[in-house]
């Protein structure tokens, strides 16, 4: 429960949690978090996590930086029973922190692993000088240690523009004067993508009331969403 959550609300969350909790025992089912639960738990077991590293000697963790601390307590004990684990993250793309996931764990592993390499992959393949420009500039500022990212590839399109928004009522003008100037260059809307950083933001995009009166909305999706889709917007 977030530390900004009222007191009142506390109050019904914990109500609903002990009601959840309450119906799965008397169900005699499992969510999720229960099956990672036990599996933790069951590893503190010596025999049977030997067991299970017998038959899952190398174990590949990707997008580390969305782990929660049940997560990697879960791979901290299967390493030290016998495998070899591989994790992959950015800190800078870490999107779920609601969910009790802390990107800052991928930075423990070699405090807590022995014999432990890390190798910085800085290299980007697939974007253009400029735009990869804006997002060091937007990496920096979810993480000011961040490693900058480079590439080799040919400068190609447009290049980005960056847009400073006081509050909501200043980006949603913003916004709408962006799509604007696509419209007048000639682009449709169902010819631009408007990609977010999370949900909220994509539904304050499209309730935005003075586009989707009497035409069609820019495509909308979020950055989780949109990870390995080609656009040609």
């Not at 899952?56 to 969305?66: A, G, P, R, Y």
């Not at 405090?111 to 990496?139: E, F, G, I, Q």
């Not at 900058?148 to 400073?164: C, H, Q, R, S, W």
């Not at 989707?212 to 820019?218: I, L, S, Y």
Request: hydrophobic share 35%.
């Amino acid at each position: 429960i977030s530390k900004a959550t009222s007191d009142e609300h506390c109050d019904e969350i914990k109500n609903v949690i002990k009601k959840y909790h309450r119906y799965k025992t008397e169900h005699k089912i499992w969510d999720f978090e229960d099956v990672l639960f036990q599996f933790n738990k069951a590893l503190k077991d010596r025999k049977f996590a030997r067991r299970v590293t017998k038959r899952n000697k190398h174990i590949l963790m990707d997008e580390m930086q969305d782990a929660n601390k049940l997560q990697w307590s879960i791979l901290e004990r299967l390493a030290n029973a016998g495998s070899h684990l591989f994790v992959v993250g950015d800190t800078t793309q870490a999107i779920f922190r609601f969910r009790g996931a802390d990107p800052d764990l991928i930075h423990s592993v070699k405090k807590r692993l022995d014999d432990t390499r890390t190798y910085h992959a800085k290299t980007n393949y697939r974007s253009s000088a400029s735009l990869l420009a804006l997002t060091n500039v937007a990496r920096r500022l979810a993480a000011p240690n961040s490693k900058l990212l480079y590439t080799n590839n040919a400068e190609v399109g447009d290049k980005p523009i960056l847009l400073n928004a006081g509050d909501q009522k200043d980006l949603l003008i913003k916004f709408k004067s962006a799509i604007r100037l696509l419209n007048q260059k000639g682009f449709s809307n169902n010819s631009i993508l408007v990609i977010s950083r999370t949900n909220k933001l994509s539904d304050i995009f499209g309730n935005c009331s003075e586009l989707n009166r009497n035409e069609v909305m820019p495509k909308l999706s979020t950055m989780h969403k949109a990870k390995g889709i080609e656009s040609d917007a």
